[in-house]
């Protein structure tokens, strides 16, 4: 029998994950997530690397009485390494191929490829 009352978006459906429909084609192949994530930890973990070092050698310059660096200069610079990491999750994203290859070393032909394919996805969404 079915459920009579019509159950909240977050609760499983009746008949699995799927709610007893075919399982609907990967949208990201395994492949691809994989590439995805080795360019976002590196294009994010490398500036935030940074930005956190940032710190330590400005306090151990600071501290050793090697330079006198004001702490804003040191926000700032941090900061920046910080958004440079930001900016890096979406360029580890965009700029990853959709081919069973794995292109080139930084991908930069394929960001614009996959600003399209966002772009198409995101008016298909709208459209219905």
């Not at 994950?17 to 490398?46: L, Q």
């Not at 941090?78 to 070393?105: I, M, Q």
């Amino acid at each position: 029998m079915a459920d009579p009352r019509n159950p909240l978006p977050f609760e499983p459906r009746k008949g699995g994950p799927s709610g007893g429909r075919p399982k609907a084609a990967e949208a990201i192949p395994n492949y691809v997530a994989n590439r995805m994530a080795r360019r976002v930890v590196i294009a994010t973990g490398i500036p935030s690397v940074m930005g956190m070092a940032v710190f330590v050698v400005s306090y151990l310059l600071v501290s050793r009485g090697i330079m006198d660096i004001p702490p804003g200069l040191t926000l700032v610079s941090s900061g920046a390494f910080f958004l440079l990491g930001l900016g890096g999750l979406s360029y580890g994203v965009l700029s990853a191929s959709w081919e069973p290859t794995p292109g080139t070393l930084l991908g930069f032909e394929n960001l614009r490829p996959n600003l399209q394919r966002m772009r198409a996805s995101i008016k298909a969404q709208k459209q219905g």
